[in-house]
């Protein structure tokens, strides 16, 4: 593996190699020292061209314990704002001797063009990019379902599992990255939304979609229920027309004390954050025992530490 | 005056087989051709004769992005692909809404000489929509403009494009609308479609074509006015615009090269090289342009060439300008998708990029003239067994944004006559010419 693009370039031995890589990252962070050598004297560059401070301190930290040395890149700029453009900075960068990129991008594609564009030998990692993938955060939702959900799960999938991705899917890296994990693992995957924010040429998707959370909850037996984030301004603003209102959406796809009582027992809830609590999700169900939000944010760091482990000394490895 | 030329063994049309004489920029025999004194012999056997190519949509850029493409770069490019003739859009800067302009235009195409440039004329002043531009004006001008486009953006008001269709009967001229419903496509990237929709480029769909075609077939009829549909991409545009002409309605469509080639699926490489307005589109939409090609429902092929500076293509897709280079390429792929593939014969490619455009363009008393004695020595021949690798630094255009590029095309132009005079000779022939 040189890049990690999208979970579509996955194997389901890739995915349970990264998987059970971020297993061992975890262990060892329970120990006194957390911090590993492996990646000492390599270099990753963050290249954040659109703001997230949680993405980008989650691969912050997992590049440091792996004794990486890390940059921080902000670009807030792009051929769009008259700043410095995609190609520049990668050359940049390039001259830098980054041996691996992080890149956060508003466009969708910019990691593979990134990756594919000539500009960079080092190894890209997408940490998203536009409304196209975000491969790390599927691949630590998956990290989390499997603990749960699964008896022994070092180099297991998700075989027998429902997954429910309930929200704005149109607008979604993470529910693209997560269909297609979920799938090559085994998982059943079930959109939830309104059809107006589930895209035209869905049809091909390994995945069912249906058009509210009631019916999600009354058809499916789900093991994990996936909350996204719906961006306010964004779904009624402007003429866009999403939905009607935000109290209709609530209504309709939101998950209360209610809903979440209707889950099977041992079902989790999961949220890629920043919440809208009140909006998707109430502050009931985002704080129950059965809410692993919090847990995710953790599992982010071991699975980015498997991630660039695998990519930078897996290379080294592989001479 | 230049030296007689002998075009000897030509295949017209692709059909029959004769030598053609031209002499002072006119064709003075047809059939067997004894050679006069000093003429310029060319040995075209094995070449198809065809009455020079008449593009009805280019961009030259000039005035305003002469650093993506000039009128001169560009008439290099038009007679390297075997055109005579180019209707050049009125989306420069300044837009080509005024007598000055088009005029302006006109005359540097004479200046260089190397191909017809005819200015299309905006219809509305600064392409907004808002206002008709002047388009009296144009039409009494030099530059004598009969066809008048927004092109890049759609005469989007119902009302504007009403009086438009209604006003430009004046001279008798057209309305050549780019079809794009404004609202169903804020912040499109690409044709809204399954590969959108695994990519997470913003969909394009295809009826914010279909429904600005329909409504202006239906307006067209209602005021008994001409219109000219550019760039059909969706097998439902097809649909809309044989029923129109079933029903008897002024309407006439064009179809690019790209368009009957390469689909949305290109766009999985995120290269903005195969970003364009409107999208491509999906093989089935591909197969019933095709359809539609060889059937007469689309009267003619143009390239809408559409050269970008470099920093406008190499970067984010999403940030990336709409458009893509056709002129030089245009014959090749026609022979690669429709030719080689039997679905045209080269009679009808002369008639979908000669004679059916110069019609439309109101130039057909100089352009898409028959081979024939006593006609203008308009001529393109072409070389279908002359295959060549694409590569956008060799081509003449100043930009080099070709989708095409490492793909082998199956022929090419490989002289161009305008009036007599060659506008382009490839290296074989430039002995002849010494």
């Not at chain 2, 044709?191 to 307006?219: F, K, M, T, Y």
């Not at chain 2, 039997?342 to 009808?348: H, I, P, S």
Request: glycine fraction near 8%.
């Amino acid at each position: 593996m040189r890049h990690l693009l999208s979970t579509k370039d996955l194997s389901r031995d890739d995915a349970i190699l990264i998987l059970d890589t971020a297993a061992q990252m975890a262990a060892t962070q329970e120990r006194e020292v957390r911090k590993l050598p492996t990646l000492r004297g390599k270099t990753v560059v963050n290249l954040f061209f659109e703001d997230s401070t949680r993405t980008r301190i989650s691969f912050e930290a997992a590049a440091k314990r792996l004794s990486a040395d890390v940059i921080n890149f902000s670009a807030k700029g792009s051929s769009v704002s008259k700043g410095e453009s995609l190609k520049d900075t990668a050359l940049t960068l390039q001259a830098m001797g980054a041996d691996a990129v992080v890149v956060r991008h508003w466009a969708s594609g910019a990691a593979y063009q990134l990756a594919h564009g000539g500009w960079l030998h080092g190894s890209v990692l997408n940490a998203g990019d536009g409304t196209h993938q975000h491969p790390t955060q599927s691949l630590l939702d998956a990290f989390t379902m499997r603990r749960h959900l699964v008896s022994d799960p070092t180099g297991a999938d998700l075989a027998g599992l429902t997954v429910a991705i309930v929200g704005d899917v149109l607008h979604s890296r993470v529910a693209r990255s997560n269909v297609h994990l979920l799938h090559t693992l085994g998982a059943k995957v079930v959109l939830v939304a309104p059809a107006t924010l589930v895209p035209v040429g869905i049809e091909p998707w390994p995945c069912d979609v249906v058009h509210t959370l009631d019916q999600a909850l009354e058809a499916y037996e789900i093991d994990a229920l996936m909350m996204l984030r719906v961006q306010r301004e964004r779904m009624t603003g402007g003429g866009s027309a999403f939905f009607p209102s935000p109290a209709e959406y609530t209504r309709l796809f939101g998950l209360d004390g209610d809903r979440l009582r209707r889950l099977p027992d041992h079902a989790i809830v999961m949220h890629p954050g920043p919440m809208n609590r009140g909006l998707e999700i109430s502050a009931e169900a985002a704080d129950s025992p059965r809410s692993v939000i919090v847990e995710q944010v953790a599992n982010g760091v071991a699975v980015r530490m498997a991630a660039l482990y695998l990519l930078l000394a897996g290379e080294e490895g592989a001479q | 005056m230049s030296r007689p030329i002998v075009i000897e063994n030509a295949s017209l049309y692709g059909d029959t087989t004769a030598s053609i004489l031209v002499e002072d920029g006119v064709i003075t025999a047809v059939g067997e051709v004894a050679a006069p004194e000093g003429a310029v012999v060319v040995d075209a056997t094995g070449l198809i004769a065809l009455p020079g190519l008449v593009d009805l949509h280019t961009h030259l850029r000039e005035p305003g992005r002469e650093d993506a493409e000039t009128i001169e770069t560009g008439s290099r490019a038009a007679s390297r692909g075997g055109w005579t003739a180019v209707f050049a859009m009125a989306n420069t800067n300044p837009v080509a809404d005024t007598a000055g302009v088009v005029e302006q235009v006109w005359s540097r195409g004479r200046e260089i000489g190397l191909v017809d440039v005819f200015p299309v004329g905006a219809v509305t002043v600064g392409l907004k929509g808002e206002h008709l531009s002047e388009m009296g004006a144009m039409a009494h001008s030099k530059a004598n403009v009969r066809l008048f486009s927004d092109d890049g953006v759609c005469v989007y008001d119902p009302v504007i494009m009403r009086r438009a269709l209604e006003y430009v009967k004046t001279f008798d001229g057209a309305i050549v609308q780019h079809a794009q419903d404004l609202r169903l496509t804020e912040g499109s990237q690409m044709h809204e479609g399954e590969v959108s929709a695994e990519l997470g480029l913003a969909g394009w769909p295809a009826v914010a074509e279909e429904s600005i075609v329909a409504r202006d077939a239906l307006l067209a009829e209602h005021v008994g006015s001409r219109v000219h549909v550019q760039h059909l991409s969706t097998a439902g545009s097809v649909e809309i615009i044989r029923w129109a002409k079933a029903r008897g309605i002024s309407v006439t469509a064009e179809a690019t090269p790209h368009h009957l080639l390469l689909t949305d699926e290109s766009a999985r490489t995120y290269d903005p090289l195969f970003k364009v307005n409107p999208p491509l589109r999906t093989q089935s939409d591909v197969d019933a342009l095709r359809a539609a090609v060889a059937d007469g429902t689309i009267d003619i092929i143009a390239t809408d060439h559409a050269p970008h500076a470099a920093e406008d293509k190499d970067c984010e897709w999403a940030a990336a300008s709409f458009g893509m280079l056709g002129l030089e390429t245009a014959l090749g792929v026609i022979q690669k998708a429709l030719v080689d593939t039997g679905a045209l014969t080269w009679r009808d490619v002369a008639r979908l990029m000669s004679e059916n455009p110069a019609r439309i363009g109101k130039v057909d008393d100089q352009h898409g003239r028959p081979l024939a004695e006593g006609e203008p020595a308009n001529i393109t021949l072409v070389d279908p067994a002359a295959a060549w690798t694409v590569d956008g630094a060799q081509l003449a255009s100043r930009a080099s944004n070709t989708p095409y590029g490492g793909m082998e095309l199956p022929g090419r132009a490989v002289a161009t006559l305008l009036r007599g005079e060659p506008t382009y000779l490839s290296p074989r022939f430039e002995g002849a010419f010494a």
